[in-house]
């Protein structure tokens, strides 16, 4: 199966200031990476995703690159903002036979706190 | 459109009872999934649904959990016997068809069991 890695657990910024958020994972036939953003006792949210058939995506303030040789993918905030404060999760998906229906594993998330 | 909703948002039961927790999918989408998330902790996991039929249960802890889809849209998780390390936050996500490449899974806003 999948196996996960996330890091740090926790992050502290002041506003402005970048943040990376770094994850790993096992499966090398994993080949889709999403980052979904959860604040508190809300749900999960989609906020970028890549495919492994690029290195790297970017929309706005956020980008993600992804390096498969070395199996991990990191997520880039740039210019924080305090209300990009929440825990954001990484996640890879299992694949099955060269096929893979979707089914995540999830890291165990990283609390971003941006100060003004 | 609307997103994926869950009822109840809360349930609080008691040890050994038996518990429901209702998914409504995004219209359209195929591809259902349970998760469930401890405190601090990524989602993990559950069962998977193409359609009517469970793709992939290997998430279910025991044989007290079972979900059902039986017309290819609305999912219940059905807990038997709860137990209090049944408390959580059970999530429920829905996509698009997969096929050979995962797409976005949108989340429910989850139910909180607690279990007392």
């Known amino acids: 199966g999948e196996n996960v890695e996330q890091h740090p657990s926790t992050l502290s910024v002041q506003e402005g200031d970048s943040a990376v958020i770094k994850c790993t994972y096992s499966d090398s036939a994993s080949n889709y990476f999403p980052w979904y953003k959860q604040e508190l006792g809300k749900r999960p949210q989609l906020i970028i995703d890549?495919?492994?058939?690029?290195g790297e995506k970017k929309d706005q303030r956020i980008a993600v690159t992804l390096n498969k040789t070395a199996k991990h993918f990191s997520l880039h905030i740039t210019e924080t903002q305090p209300e990009d404060s929440a825990v954001y999760f990484c996640a890879a998906p299992v694949v099955a036979g060269g096929t893979s229906y979707g089914k995540l594993t999830f890291g165990q998330g990283t609390i971003l706190t941006v100060h003004p | 459109g609307a997103g994926v909703s869950q009822t109840p948002s809360n349930k609080v039961t008691e040890k050994g009872k038996y518990v429901e927790l209702r998914c409504d999918p995004i219209?359209?989408?195929?591809?259902l999934y349970w998760y469930r998330q401890s405190l601090g902790q990524g989602p993990e996991f559950l069962i998977y649904?193409?359609?009517?039929?469970?793709?992939?249960d290997s998430g279910l802890p025991n044989d007290r959990f079972f979900a059902v889809r039986p017309e290819g849209s609305v999912s219940t998780l059905k807990i038997q016997r709860t137990e209090r390390g049944d408390s959580a936050v059970y999530l429920c996500?829905?996509?698009?068809?997969?096929?050979?490449?995962?797409?976005?899974?949108?989340f429910g806003p989850g139910t909180r069991l607690t279990v007392l």
């Open positions: 996500a829905s996509s698009a068809q997969p096929g050979l490449a995962p797409n976005e899974q949108f």
């Open positions: 649904f193409q359609g009517t039929g469970a793709a992939d």
């Open positions: 219209s359209g989408h195929t591809a």
């Open positions: 890549i495919r492994s058939n690029v």
